[in-house]
């Protein structure tokens, strides 16, 4: 049975949540305060976490930042507001996605095992021509040695290895990568993918040679030898 930590200062949310989840063989732990949350993470196994933003003491964006220093633990971030600096953030700190209330069954448990699906097939190294990328320790190395890479570069990289020779656009990599419903312009991710072959090329990887762009489309990782 896959536990869920429920965290939002509502007990009537909470109990909702559960009603929803617990039928569907989840076991749902309910917290009323992020830092009770953060306690119970000290000593317990959680496989996901449903995460308010708006409650006292402790808001839903401080925990995020707060448990992504010590667990990597897919976060679903709870959200009342229609802000879209606050989706933004939580998505910078760490979350994983988020969910807008109201919202009703079926689209909370689509969210659920849409991110337990993506967190499973990260759960794998990929090797390429002496580059690793460890999806579980979020680290990219080239013949062992680290490059340093942001929250977003490594998704990217994640996503362009994943899917060789598949030409993304980059309304497909913002929606991939930022979120949907996410404000973000394409210069932004031009600017991304410029970052990010410059740190290749400074590891000694011959980044133009694969991370390729397709103009007026987007951009390709190619896996010719």
């Known amino acids: 049975m896959k536990s869920i930590l429920l965290v939002d200062d509502e007990p009537m949310m909470l109990d909702l949540l559960s009603l929803y989840l617990s039928p569907l063989g989840y076991n749902c732990i309910k917290k009323e305060s992020a830092l009770d949350a953060i306690d119970y993470l000290e000593s317990h196994s959680i496989e996901l976490i449903l995460l308010d933003i708006m409650m006292p003491n402790m808001d839903g964006l401080e925990a995020c930042q707060e448990i992504r220093k010590h667990w990597d633990i897919p976060i679903i971030m709870l959200t009342a507001m229609s802000e879209k600096a606050d989706i933004v953030r939580g998505l910078n700190m760490g979350a994983d996605d988020y969910i807008s209330k109201p919202f009703d069954e079926e689209e909370l448990v689509a969210r659920i095992e849409a991110v337990s699906r993506r967190r499973t097939k990260q759960s794998e ?30 998704g990217m990289m994640s996503l362009f290895l994943s899917n060789p020779n598949k030409v993304f656009t980059r309304d497909h990599l913002i929606n991939s990568i930022w979120g949907y419903n996410v404000s973000t312009e394409d210069r932004t991710i031009d600017s ?12 000694g990887f011959p980044a133009d040679d694969h991370l390729l762009t397709v103009w007026g489309i987007g951009y390709k990782w190619d896996r010719r030898e």
């Open 192 to 203: 991304h993918v410029r970052n990010l072959r410059e740190k290749l090329r400074k590891a």
């Open 125 to 154: 190294s990929i090797s390429f021509k002496g580059l690793t990328l460890n999806q579980d320790s979020y680290q990219l190395l080239y013949h062992a040695k680290q490059i340093s890479l942001t929250p977003k570069e490594f």
